[in-house]
């Protein structure tokens, strides 16, 4: 593909709910393929596959119509906020990879379509991976190409810190608002970006990570049809992010919790005197509102309704 010819990120497009001949598609309805449409796991990561190559662009085309002499201070702080954060999605798709296959194996006997749904996950975890490598390749090389300091490797490493195992429900679920997050932010730097090539890479990137957020609620919601996750799992997860002062502010919340064991890429982008980028909270509340609607069947509008959902779900 040319270099400004990218996918439209608005974080309201869905794809097409069925893959077909000509259009490679995320199966929305993964419980459904496996149990009454009978696909097998080739098939499946059949489809994966080509929705993956479908969807490929070129780093070194979309860098190359970046006019790097004509980035505004904002944008170029914008670029170097995003290859930090990307950093942090390697150990992600890496523990991501681990954890479904560990699941996949105790699932095998007690339900093989959870196992199956597991290994699906496993699977797709390779092309998240390498479409992620594109992200933050290509924003910390265009950071070096316009002579910004380079990332240091204590701050790598340290960004590399693998989060803590928990529930695959509530992992899928934190793993869609994660991609929500970084979506909108990215349709704002795109918005906001004065150069043409810097808009085009901008939206790319948003464009996958929609893409992404469709995969892990297709994911999610497999594992609540399956009947043995429960709803309140994903409300649970969903109201630590919503909440007034939750981690959909990033690190403008008033309090950042300390951690040693991983890194949250929101707790450490970095709001410079030239960043005017809006946080764009209700965008991505109304979003999360969305996935938890597709994930679970569960209506929400507001904040308030998402946690007298999750409480009413846990017995309160």
Request: charged share 30%; aromatic share 8%; net charge negative.
């Amino acid at each position: 593909m040319t270099a400004l010819h990218v996918t439209d990120p608005t974080p309201t497009s869905r794809r097409a709910r069925h893959p077909t001949e000509d259009r490679p598609a995320i199966l929305d309805e993964l419980h459904h393929a496996l149990t009454v449409d009978g696909m097998s796991l080739v098939d499946i990561t059949w489809e994966q596959h080509r929705l993956h190559e479908h969807r490929r662009w070129s780093a070194l085309e979309l860098l190359a119509a970046v006019d790097v002499e004509r980035l505004s201070e904002a944008d170029r702080h914008r670029v170097w906020n995003a290859g930090r954060a990307e950093l942090t999605t390697k150990p992600g798709a890496d523990r991501v990879a681990r954890l479904a296959d560990k699941e996949c194996h105790e699932w095998c006997e007690r339900d093989p379509v959870v196992a199956n749904i597991m290994q699906a996950v496993s699977t797709w975890s390779r092309y998240w991976n390498e479409e992620e490598a594109y992200h933050e390749t290509s924003f910390n090389q265009l950071s070096h190409l316009v002579g910004l300091p380079a990332v240091p490797d204590e701050t790598f490493i340290e960004f590399r810190k693998v989060f803590p195992d928990d529930d695959m429900l509530r992992t899928m679920t934190l793993l869609a608002i994660s991609e929500i997050t970084a979506a909108v932010n990215y349709a704002e730097c795109a918005r906001l970006a004065e150069d043409p090539g810097l808009r085009a890479l901008f939206k790319q990137v948003g464009a996958d990570e929609i893409q992404h957020m469709n995969y892990f609620i297709a994911f999610a919601k497999a594992l609540v049809d399956s009947g043995h996750y429960k709803a309140k799992e994903a409300f649970a997860v969903a109201h630590f992010f919503v909440r007034e002062g939750g981690d959909l502010y990033g690190s403008r919340r008033e309090k950042i919790e300390a951690r040693d064991t991983h890194v949250n890429w929101w707790d450490h982008v970095e709001h410079g005197a030239a960043d005017d980028t809006p946080d764009a909270i209700e965008r991505k509340r109304g979003l999360v509102f969305q996935a938890l609607k597709r994930i679970t069947g569960i209506s929400v509008d507001s904040v308030e309704a998402v946690e007298d959902t999750w409480m009413d779900l846990v017995g309160c």
